[in-house]
């Protein structure tokens, strides 16, 4: 590394830059420009001697270098003991999910809204702690506190400070949720007009209801007390909003708060929801369309009018788009009754309703795959069913839905899925089966996007399955149930943590391209952790592909065995600065 000075006979000036030379491929001497400092007389009014001065820099600049090439001899006693009260060894792959974190803005808005409050503890440092410990090491929130001391940054956090932080960030819920999607649309070119929209559940191991932990109809089919949760995402997969419910809220109710929300507090305007079958109602499409927005819902084939099912068997219309695929379409016009207000169960008057005339395109597929993929995934079903006809005995009180439809005799609660009676002689139902047989293959796709072309409409509703990832990851990757807290504000807290996690997660997807998994790429910064050697350096032992395109796209270099104390914090305090 040296001074390079450049006479510039035309300006009679000379330009200065520090350069180092080095060998290329074929062995020639070429000259790295590592930093332009301009022109010597620019420095005549701070230094006597501009020249003199940058090569004194430059100097200890080379020394410098030199010496951190240098090898670090330790001497360790093979005799020496593990101090039980140290932790050795401390993670560095949090840095990325760091960068993510303060890229959106999450550690100023905490700040900001926290003057206010006399904490004792630093909130963002709460937050941080249980975002990156949903991700890494997903547990409860006394685990997450006990492992503070295993990231490469300082969390002095009690339990108390912790539980005292739920109890803050659910009061921030709406600013955090708010304040992240005006970040998601600057930074990431958001689009709203298409939102996708699906609901879950998750499980508490209780063993009593309160008002907002339910029995309910549990998508993993668990005895347990639930709370729903409706998601709301973008076509890039990034998560908008959610809210929750009690467990026993149906699926198709939920859509119009959401609704609500995404129009009120977020200031979306026309947005076409997309949502499965369960979320067909009249409520809903009335709901959307009173306000302008739109709608693309799946619709049951063996669920339809029979006007319709004729419809879809009818094999006049049909296009065909190769591989066992065909498609048709049509404009057609049908009346939706949507509730006006709830029964009075006092008076046990009934619901009032109005109905409506709407006009939308219907498109039906037909695929042999999914054909096949339906015979397949029903023959599980269909043994149990007439094993149970066999030997009633063996039967739960909780049946499968998917199995006790095929079983004639049995009297099933609608909400729980429980077996609330059954008659002495069971029977395996032959015609229910042969009336889905009858159906398999099709699907159909109402939506109020008269306009777009069929291609389009299945484009957009095939990005359904997004959502659906979602929440596998949320529940597997993320670990976010079963739940340890019992108070409501904290429960809503927890969720918003895994929101904030499930954000981070998906736009750290993006940013390497989705070429990883999403438990791909935990797992790989899990293991770029560095264990301490001797006085402030730690070694790091893990590099692979995964690592080196998440360092690629954050802008942290993960490659380095040796980092000192020093480096280390040069590392994360980068990645604050956003």
Not at 16 to 29: C, V
């Amino acid at each position: 590394m040296y001074l390079k000075t450049a006479f510039r006979k035309t300006s009679g000036r000379t330009h200065l830059s520090i350069a180092q030379n080095y060998r290329d491929e074929a062995g020639k001497t070429r000259t790295l420009t590592i930093e332009s400092l301009g022109y010597a007389d620019e420095y005549t009014d701070k230094y006597e001697d501009p020249i003199a001065h940058f090569k004194e820099v430059v100097a200890k600049m080379e020394r410098e270098r030199k010496e951190s090439l240098k090898p670090i001899v330790f001497e360790k006693s093979p005799k020496k003991k593990i101090d039980k009260r140290t932790q050795n060894r401390k993670n560095l792959g949090f840095a990325a999910l760091s960068q993510i974190y303060h890229e959106l803005g999450l550690g100023l808005l905490i700040l900001n809204r926290s003057r206010t409050r006399n904490f004792d503890f630093l909130p963002n440092a709460a937050l941080k702690l249980l975002v990156y410990e949903r991700i890494l090491n997903p547990g409860s929130k006394s685990a997450a506190q006990a492992n503070k001391d295993w990231y490469f940054e300082d969390f002095d956090l009690s339990l108390d400070d912790v539980y005292f932080a739920l109890d803050f960030f659910n009061t921030l819920k709406e600013d955090i949720v708010s304040h992240l999607h005006r970040r998601c649309c600057d930074l990431y070119g958001r689009k709203t007009e298409v939102c996708y929209y699906d609901v879950t559940n998750f499980y508490f191991e209780i063993d009593s209801e309160d008002d907002f932990r339910k029995k309910g109809f549990s998508k993993e089919m668990r005895k347990d007390p639930i709370v729903q949760m409706g998601l709301l995402m973008d076509t890039m997969s990034l998560p908008i909003t959610y809210k929750l419910h009690p467990g026993n809220t149906p699926d198709s109710i939920t859509l119009i708060p959401a609704l609500a929300e995404v129009k009120g507090s977020l200031g979306i305007k026309r947005v076409v929801i997309v949502a499965d079958k369960a979320l067909n109602t009249g409520d809903n499409i009335i709901a959307c369309l009173a306000k302008g927005d739109g709608y693309v819902f799946s619709q049951s084939v063996r669920g339809a009018t029979e006007e319709m099912k004729q419809w879809v068997l009818d094999e006049e219309g049909y296009l065909d788009t190769g591989g066992g695929s065909r498609i048709k379409s049509r404009i057609a016009t049908r009346k939706v009754k949507a509730a006006l207000e709830d029964a009075d169960k006092k008076s046990g008057k009934k619901k009032k309703t109005k109905t409506i005339e709407i006009t939308e395109r219907q498109v039906v597929r037909y695929s042999k795959k999914y054909a096949r993929r339906a015979r397949a995934s029903r023959e599980k079903a269909i043994s149990k069913a007439k094993g149970f006809v066999a030997n009633p005995q063996r039967m739960d009180a909780a049946l499968e839905r998917t199995v006790a439809k095929y079983i004639k005799g049995l009297t099933i609660d609608v909400e729980t899925g429980e077996i609330l009676e059954a008659s002495r002689i069971l029977t395996f139902d032959e015609d229910k089966l042969k009336e889905e047989e009858l159906y398999d293959g099709y699907y159909v796709i109402c939506t109020s996007e008269v306009k777009k072309s069929d291609e389009e409409i299945l484009g957009i509703y095939r990005g359904l399955w997004r959502i659906e990832e979602s929440f596998r990851i949320t529940k597997s990757d993320l670990i976010s149930r079963p739940v340890y807290l019992s108070l409501e504000e904290r429960i809503n807290a927890h969720f918003l943590t895994c929101f904030i996690a499930l954000l981070i997660m998906r736009i750290l997807e993006m940013k390497t391209g989705h070429k990883y998994t999403p438990s791909e790429l935990i797992d790989t910064l899990k293991k770029a952790s560095g264990t301490h050697v001797d006085r402030n350096w730690y070694i790091f032992d893990h590099r692979d592909d995964v690592l080196e395109a998440v360092g690629a796209a954050v802008g942290i270099d993960f490659s380095r065995e040796m980092l000192c104390k020093k480096d280390i914090r040069s590392i994360i305090g980068a990645t604050k600065k956003k």
